[in-house]
């Protein structure tokens, strides 16, 4: 049972353009929400995070908005370049041990 | 600052055969998480270890096992591989057990022919 899921599987954008992903979970239990971003032939490396007691994040060009009453939490990639062009996880835990990812978008920005 | 380092980077073998796999966390970080990604997919979690001791483990088959050395560096090993154990293997390490921020590895490339 995927216990996140994640849409689209694979996004094309115009440079400029805005991305946007999303998660949705089933496990309230689940505490941190972190995106990943993982480039061809490298392990994933850590975007931006956020908890469920807030509802929004953002970190420069990346923001992540959670919604708790839907268990949903989407990533947004404003200004997208194609220097972003990547797969992106979503993923949830509990207190930081096991670690559930989504299967992943594919994002290519158009120049 | 080194990252987490795995080796190798790149790995073939036949059904049947036995694999380890050897991971090193950043410098201070004691805890230490393997994950299975097969092409297409996220990673899956397969073990956590902090301080020697095993504190997490997916839903892998017996044939996976790991270890934590005193220097907190890690082994995965894979006994009786199957063609379907093929992925990208990622260490991650986090500075305690529970660590939410976990920096991965750049991986095992494991083929099974």
């Known amino acids: 049972q995927q216990q996140v899921k994640q849409s689209p599987q694979s996004l094309i954008v115009q440079k400029g353009g805005i991305s946007i992903i999303n998660c949705a979970y089933e496990n309230t239990a689940f505490d941190y929400f972190p995106w990943y971003q993982q480039f061809p032939g490298k392990g994933p490396a850590l975007l931006i995070a956020?908890?469920?007691?807030?509802s929004e994040k953002k970190e420069g060009r990346f923001t992540i908005s959670f919604n708790k009453s839907a268990k949903q939490f989407s990533l947004h990639i404003m200004d997208s370049q194609p220097g972003d062009s990547a797969t992106y996880f979503c993923a949830a835990s509990m207190t930081g041990n096991q670690f559930y990812f989504g299967t992943g978008t594919s994002l290519t920005v158009i120049p | 600052d080194a990252g987490v380092t795995q080796s190798p980077t790149h790995l073939i073998k036949t059904r049947g055969q036995q694999v380890t796999l050897r991971c090193s966390p950043i410098s201070g970080h004691k805890s230490v998480s393997w994950y299975q990604q097969v092409l297409g997919q996220g990673p899956q979690f397969i073990f956590q270890y902090y301080e020697k001791e095993e504190r997490g483990r997916g839903n892998f088959p017996d044939r996976f096992s790991a270890r934590q050395f005193p220097n907190y560096s890690s082994e995965l090993n894979v006994n009786a591989l199957l063609l379907g154990d093929s992925a990208l293997y990622l260490c991650?390490?986090?500075?305690?057990?529970?660590?939410?921020?976990?920096?991965f590895g750049p991986g095992t490339r494991l083929l099974v022919l």
């Open positions: 956020i908890r469920p007691d807030v």
């Open positions: 991650a390490s986090s500075l305690v057990h529970g660590g939410e921020t976990q920096y």
